[in-house]
T-cell receptor, first 112, second 114 residues
């Protein structure tokens, strides 16, 4: 079955710098790759997603890139702000969201 | 509040007791999912409904767990004879079919089994 690995487990960046979180997946049939942000004690919230027919997607300071050949996808956050501090999860699925397989999460710390 | 609602927010129970959680999805969403999340881990899929039909259940799910969505609206998740290993955050999510199927999560029910 699908396996999703996420790195790093913790990422600390200076406010204003960029942050990059990477995920790899094992099932070449996976075609949907969302990213969720979870603040401490709160619900996961979808921040951006990408489908396999697209190589890159951007939404303001957030972008996701997908390399199907290498089976990896990455989240890029530019001009980081204190409110970006949270745990970020990547996920991958094939036919439907109920088959979402999640990464273990990356704790992003924005240093003032 | 038009988001996904879960009750209770916290539940403390003794080992061996039964517990039931409720989820009210976004009203126009016909898909409903239950996940479990432990500290430092991503959500783990438990089960999934489309309308009132339970279409998928994780093979990892013990038979002590049962979920219902009798009228295709709210759902309940029951855990019988709770064990300490059941302690976790139980998350509900909902989505639309036919669209981009983005998942919207509730705030979860934090279960502590003593």
């Amino acid at each position: 079955g699908e396996n999703v690995e996420q790195h790093p487990s913790t990422l600390s960046v200076q406010e204003g710098d960029s942050a990059v979180i990477k995920c790899t997946y094992s099932d070449s049939a996976s075609n949907y790759f969302p990213w969720y942000k979870q603040e401490l004690g709160k619900r996961p919230q979808l921040i951006i997603d990408i489908r396999s027919n697209v190589g890159e997607k951007k939404d303001q300071r957030i972008a996701v890139t997908l390399n199907k050949t290498a089976k990896h996808f990455s989240l890029h956050i530019t001009e980081t702000q204190p409110e970006d501090s949270a745990v970020y999860f990547c996920a991958a699925s094939g036919n439907s969201n109920y088959q979402l397989i999640w990464g273990a999460g990356t704790k992003l710390i924005i240093k003032p | 509040d038009t988001g996904v609602s879960q009750n209770p927010r916290h539940k403390i129970t003794k080992r061996g007791q039964n517990v039931t959680f409720r989820c009210d999805p976004i009203s126009e969403h016909n898909r409903l999912y239950w996940y479990r999340q432990t500290l430092g881990q991503g959500p783990e899929f438990l089960t999934y409904f489309q309308n009132e039909a339970q279409l998928e259940k994780s093979r990892l799910l013990s038979d002590r767990f049962s979920a219902e969505r009798p009228k295709g609206s709210f759902s309940t998740l029951e855990i019988q004879r709770t064990e300490q290993g059941d302690s976790a955050m139980y998350l509900c999510a909902s989505s639309l079919t036919g669209g981009d199927e983005k998942l919207f999560f509730g705030s979860g029910t934090q279960l502590s089994v003593l």
